[in-house]
């Protein structure tokens, strides 16, 4: 029979804290004529309690459709790595043509070639030869080309992502050798500790990297912060590729005690996310607190990819990414999405990614567009669309 998990058996502790600090928050309104990003906005709240709703059924839902493509597991892990295949050597082919065309080796797609009768018909009626854009988008070859490209970056990420998880998984590594530590005290102290230490990493990493942070923006896509804003989680986790917390089976700790410490990280990193506890004194220095956090969700620049912690703040005072609080925070992306449907919530960033693959020439573009930064994205996009304002859309 499957243990229950602790995040879905503390749910009344999250309603009941929620009403908590609504209360608080009533009894302690901000000044006349000022606004108070904290405070609870019914649409924001419900897009919250939606995106966590959803976190909780994605991951029996991605199990079912991964798994059957999953290489190694699945029946139909040979098609989605033939998808792979096959798309990626139709773009090079396609990419290999475009280029000969550019160099003068063939015509343009879409445009006749020099001397063609046509072309002096055109030139006496004053009409424009055929180009390869068609009503202000690309021609149809490059449209093509495109989706094959993201098409071939998608199946490729996809078998990458799937034959990882399920090989990194704590209990496939926990039967690889006889050492077991246990459920005592000391097994879970060893695996919060260890599961806040590898924590840290994948949540810089889930900021440093666009196909990450394509699943993580969802957490930081919302301009209020109050405990409803905790509850505002991913979906798309079977999606990427993490720093397997599989690895504390490897030193003993048995996968049901891993599933405990991420359990118990994610309940402590509830609490954080409140604008009515300022300080929590010496502690501080060493745990992540409500102040610490709300650096991290911040857009401003000195608080960008700042305070990555779980339970502890060390980590990031010894890596380098701690930053205090000082300034007003201001919550949300650098460009906020406008939206409180789920739906897109949970799929913009997706969107985007695939839609700068498609129009990327070249495949070191297209794989930097999936695995640099939200930044980096931003500022390619830019140059290759020649609209400097296009770089405006970097993510926090």
Partial sequence: MRRPDLTVIAIPLYV??????YLWQKRNPPPPGTARAGDYELADTLASLAMGVGSLVAPFVTKKLLDPVTPGRGRWAGVLMG???GATAATTVADVVR???AEGGLPPAGTLPEGHPALEVASRRSEPPVTAVEDGRPALSARVTGAMAAAAVASTALTVATTWTAQTSGTRLFATHGRDLGTGWAATAFALLGWDAIYYWNHRFNHESRWLWAMHVVHHSSERYNLS??????????????VPYGLLALAGVRPSVIEDARALNLIYQFWIHTEAVQSIGWLEKVLNTPAHHRVHHGSN????????GSILIIWDKLFGTFEPEGERVVYGLTTNIETYNPARIATHEWRDILRDIASAPTWRDRWSFLLR?????ADRRAALTGHPEDAELVAA
């Fill in 99 to 101: 280029r000969r065309r």
């Fill in 229 to 242: 804003t905790a509850l505002r989680q991913p979906v798309a986790e079977g999606l990427t590729m993490t």
């Fill in 16 to 21: 009941g804290a929620m009403g908590a600090e």
């Fill in 301 to 308: 620049s000195r608080y960008l990819d700042r305070n990555h």
């Fill in 373 to 377: 930064g939200p930044g980096w994205a």
């Fill in 83 to 85: 998808t792979a295949v």
